[in-house]
C-alpha cells in the first residue's frame, strides 16, 4: 500500500517536471507551440529545389529569395533555423501537399490563383512577378508571345504558366511539359524546344546559370502574385505570415533578399506593383 502510494507520488512528481519542461520549451520558443500550423516544435515549408534565386537547394543549404522570405516568417513565428524543415514543393504537387499535411506552408514561386483557392489559402502577395519567355542567346525571332507562332514551347506541369499558354497561345505553340523548370532549360540548351516560358524572376535564375547561353526575352505578359500557401481557411496563421512579410518589406529585409538573390541576373522586380501590399487578399479569403 505505502509503496503503491510512493509510486503514484513519483509518477506524478516525473509527470509534473516533464509539464513543466514543456512548458518552459515553449516559452523559450518565443510562443510558437501554440500554433496550430506546428507538428512537434517544426515548421515544415515547401519550396523549389532546383529553381536559382528562387528556391535552390545547394549541397544540402537552401537559398533564394523564397528561402530568405519563408526563414523571415519562420523566425517571426516562433522558429529557430534547426526547426525550419525544407520539403521539395513541385508546381504540380503544391495542392495535395498542404491538403495531405505534409508541409505547413509553401513559398515556392506559388502564384495565388481562384482555382487554386478552391483548394487551400494563401498570404501575401509578396512578390508580383510576370510570365516571360527564355530563348538560346543566338535567337532573334522570339521577342514576345506573338512571335511564338509554330515554335516549340517548355513549361512545366500543374503552373499557371502552362495553363496561360494553354489557353491564349495554344493555336499556335507545340507545348511540352516536363515537371520542372531545370528540365526545360535542358531542353532547351539541347534544341529540343525554342523556348521556355514561366514567370521572370525563374527565368532570370536560370539565364544567369547557363553562362550566358540562354537570355530572357524580357517582356512580361501576366502578373503572377506570388503567394504563400496554407491549409484552407486558415485565417489566423495567414494574418500572422501577413504581419511577418509587412515587417520584413518595413525593415529593408525585403529589398535586401531581392538584391542578393538577383545579383547579376539582370532582373529588377516590376516597381508599379512592388513591394506588395500583403494584406491585399484578407478580405476575400
Ligand atoms: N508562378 C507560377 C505558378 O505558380 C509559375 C511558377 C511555378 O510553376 O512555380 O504556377
Known sequence: ????S???GRAGLLRRLVALVAVMACALSMGACGSSSSDGHVIKIGIKFDQPGVGYKKSGTYEGFDVDVARYIAHKLGYRDDEIVWKEA??????????????????ASYSITDERKKAVSFAGPYLVAGQDLLVRSDNTDITGPQDLNGKRLCSVTGSTSANTVKQKFANEVQLMEQPSYAECATALFSGIVDAVTTDDIILAGLAANARGKLKLVGAPFTQERYGVGIRKG????????NQAIRDMIDDGSWQRAIEDNTSGTGYTPNAQY????????EEDD
Open 6 to 8: 510512493t509510486g503514484r
Open 90 to 107: 513541385p508546381s504540380k504537387q503544391r495542392e495535395a501537399m498542404l491538403q495531405n499535411g505534409d508541409v505547413d506552408m509553401i513559398l
Open 1 to 4: 500500500m505505502h509503496n503503491q
Open 234 to 241: 486558415d485565417t489566423e496563421f495567414a494574418k500572422q505570415i
Open 274 to 281: 512592388n513591394p506588395p501590399d500583403p494584406t491585399e487578399g
